[in-house]
């Protein structure tokens, strides 16, 4: 049986490395094309993709998979089944025709909800106390394929959006694992969803790392953990992008002071007024400077007590 394997980040790994230590064949795996990246933009393979050619396996980058020549691509390989894992592009109706055992797409929430590409980013900013693994068959609608199984993962007052990528990509392949040979003997479950419980998880965009100081602290803090490790949230701070990247706690009363206003400057950090409640950073990045502890950067002195953040 040939296996085609489609995901890009970290989270898609364990599913495929899953599938190899199983004896599956994986005839090939597609992933998004390198990207440049830091700051010199050095064009950098998919974490997929270097997983793949550890194991001498066929890779295709087609930028755009519904182009009639990525469909051929993929039609070569003769796939009679197709996982995805956080591929990053929707599948078109002439691939999902392709394998007898139809496509399934490990997906990291418990749907109906969080639908789109950044489910367990969103889960967090939103303030979940728990996420999971969708395994699904995958349909033309945006993660609206039936339900095959779950798997319920709690979000951990700590955790960040790469802690839970780390739980959920482990959970995903345990949970692909156990329900590939039902799916293979047609003994597997298969669930519609309830579009009415659905909601939709958008890629994140420059705007979601803006901290709105108005809202309160608990959710500034879910939003600057739910940006981590990939971006962390920012500020405005003398007209320049000040980024916060940690926060370390949250205090229930506040000040009285305007939302944004710096409280106090410390060997803990920089604590902020919220629209309720205060927070207190503790890693920061000042514009044109390197990441640095909140405690390092108060010792410069350059920031001072009642000035606003914007």
């Given at each position: 049986?040939?296996?085609?394997f ?17 004896g ?7 992933t998004?094309p ?27 980058q ?28 929707i599948l078109?109706k ?5 394998p007898?055992?139809?496509?399934l ?10 639908r789109g ?6 889960s967090?900013?939103n ?7 969708t ?7 945006l ?11 709690p ?20 949970l692909?694992k ?8 047609g003994?597997?479950?298969?669930i ?27 959710s500034?803090?879910?939003r600057?953990r ?5 971006s962390?949230?920012?500020?405005l ?6 980024k ?11 000040s ?20 309720s ?12 400077k ?5 405690a390092?950067f ?6 001072k ?5 914007s």
């Amino acid at each position: 049986m040939n296996v085609v394997f489609m995901g890009t980040p970290q989270f898609a790994v364990p599913s495929l490395e899953m599938l190899l230590a199983e004896g599956y064949s994986v005839v090939g795996v597609i992933t998004q094309p390198d990207r440049p990246q830091g700051r010199k933009k050095i064009l950098t393979p998919t974490p997929v993709k270097e997983a793949a050619l550890n194991h001498g396996l066929p890779v295709l980058q087609p930028v755009r998979l519904r182009a009639p020549e990525a469909v051929a691509e993929v039609a070569a390989l003769e796939p009679d089944l197709i996982v995805t894992a956080a591929y990053g592009q929707i599948l078109p109706k002439s691939v999902l025709d392709l394998p007898k055992f139809g496509c399934l797409n490990v997906h990291g929430s418990l749907l109906p909800k969080y639908r789109g590409g950044a489910p367990i980013q969103r889960s967090i900013i939103n303030g979940e106390k728990e996420t999971g693994v969708t395994l699904m068959y995958m349909a033309e609608g945006l993660d609206t394929g039936d339900m095959i199984a779950k798997v319920v993962v709690p979000i951990e007052y700590e955790d960040t959006s790469g802690t839970v990528f780390e739980k959920l990509s482990t959970a995903g392949a345990g949970l692909l694992k156990e329900q590939l040979p039902l799916i293979l003997d047609g003994k597997a479950d298969r669930i519609p969803q309830n579009d009415e419980e659905s909601t939709y998880a958008p890629n994140l965009t420059r705007d979601d790392e803006r901290i709105d100081w108005t809202s309160d602290a608990e959710s500034i803090r879910n939003r600057v953990r739910g940006l981590l490790p990939f971006s962390g949230g920012f500020t405005l701070w003398n007209g320049d992008v000040f980024k916060i990247w940690e926060l370390a706690a949250v205090k229930e009363s506040g000040s009285g002071q305007a939302p944004g206003t710096v409280l106090s400057l410390s060997d803990k950090g920089i604590e902020v007024q919220a629209g309720s409640g205060t927070v207190l950073l503790t890693r920061v990045q000042p514009a044109g400077k390197k990441a640095m502890a909140a405690a390092e950067f108060v010792r410069g002195g350059q920031m001072k007590q009642g000035e606003v953040l914007s």
